[in-house]
């Protein structure tokens, strides 16, 4: 008897256990009141940087220097999101991950910047390989207007004084169009560690 009455004793402790916890309970005082429900912050995706290399047939994208850097060093990286035939004439596009993004599927600025959900923030870097030119921007606006037509109506030049003697192209607009891109040039240099 003793045994089947600990037995019900325990069953009975645990059913008021799981009942106390949906009993709701009396406040008294300012002191008492329920701490407010707050939901998680949603992450913040950095979407101030943007490169982009046309290379082998392959369109490679990226949101973070050091991992496109790797990719103009080598051709690859070690960590990417593959969408085959996916670009705009039936390129694959391959999306090169930081370690950071590498487990993810949703939320990687490079992907929701080259699908249009997000936007270039200000102040904005971008760079494009493309044709064996580096074209670098410090406007989203611009970098969009530039893959839409791979032309660009204001630009200052510099041949040969890119990685592997490249050719940089600085792509200009209506309000610096007269001015030396003196800003832009000194960040394409420093990430670039060129004189």
């Not at 009396?26 to 979407?47: C, F, K, L, N």
Request: with cysteine.
């Amino acid at each position: 008897m003793t045994q089947t009455r600990l037995a019900y004793s325990l069953a009975a402790i645990s059913t008021l256990a799981a009942a106390g916890c949906a009993v709701p309970h009396t406040y008294q005082g300012t002191d008492a009141m329920p701490r407010a429900v707050v939901a998680p912050a949603e992450p913040v995706i950095d979407t101030s940087e943007f490169y982009q290399a046309h290379h082998e047939g392959r369109i490679y994208v990226f949101d973070d220097f050091a991992t496109y850097k790797t990719f103009l060093a080598f051709g690859h990286t070690p960590y990417r999101l593959v969408r085959i035939g996916e670009g705009p004439q039936g390129e694959t596009l391959v999306f090169g991950l930081t370690d950071e993004d590498k487990t993810k599927r949703e939320g990687i600025a490079s992907v929701l910047l080259y699908d249009g959900e997000l936007e270039g923030t200000d102040p904005f870097y971008g760079e494009v390989l493309h044709d064996g030119r580096f074209y670098v921007f410090d406007r989203w606006a611009d970098l969009q207007a530039f893959k839409s037509t791979w032309e660009a109506p204001y630009w200052f030049t510099e041949i040969g004084a890119g990685p592997a003697s490249r050719t940089v192209v600085y792509v200009l607009n209506d309000d610096n169009k007269t001015q030396r891109p003196e800003a832009l040039m000194a960040q394409f240099r420093a990430r670039h560690q060129l004189r």
